[in-house]
């Protein structure tokens, strides 16, 4: 990964490779969701460079992209470069692994896949402590409920696909992207899991713990 920060960064980055991908980072969940997609299909293609715009922090840097290559400016979002020139974007929820491999299928088909290494692991630390806080009793159930899910849904993190599937697994979701607390508390009440929350808590503590 390379961090662009500059207008000058980016264009050297995109320049300077014949095939390069620029990811637009923003400041919720959807950033982790669609970076857990594109890691996995870059890490099957390592030849492919990857840089990272986080746009709140460095917006030239993002306008500048926008700019060279006439795609409006979403985040999160993903522009595939080759010789200087966009070939594809996709944007927030349309960044899925289905919508991913049929366009690098349609237009990198000769860029080589390789078995996917083993992904880079992230600072998983607020959630385990947030885990063991009521795993140990010192919060109680509602005020956990209520700080997971706030802490996952402003998450922009840049992890894996793994790790963002196993943070997602803990509370049944009514919408397929949306994190909405509120919501998914209600869900939670009028559709119990068969598994109750703290055993399901214990469970992915140990998960993490294993990764």
Known sequence: MYPLTTPEEADAFIDGHPI????KAGTCHKTMQGWGHVER???????????????VEHRPASNR??????????????????NGQALFELNNWEITLENLEALFAEHL????????????????????????????GAI?????AWSYLNMFREDASLRSQEEFE??????????????????????????????PLYERARALREKLEAM
């Open 166 to 195: 196993l943070l997602n697994s803990l509370f049944g979701n009514p919408d397929e992207h949306h994190i909405h607390p509120m919501a998914i508390l209600q869900h939670e009440q009028q559709n119990p899991q068969a598994t």
């Open 140 to 144: 109680g159930e509602p005020q956990f």
């Open 65 to 82: 992209v926008a700019e060279r290559s006439g795609i409006v400016h979403h985040s999160p979002q993903i522009i595939l470069f080759r």
């Open 41 to 55: 299909v870059l890490r099957e293609r390592p030849s492919i460079p990857v840089g990272i715009i986080r746009v």
């Open 20 to 23: 390069a991908a620029v990811f």
């Open 109 to 136: 088909a000769n860029v080589p896949k390789v078995p996917p290494q083993e992904a880079q692991r992230s600072n998983l630390e607020p959630y385990k402590r947030l885990l063991d806080a009521y795993l140990a």
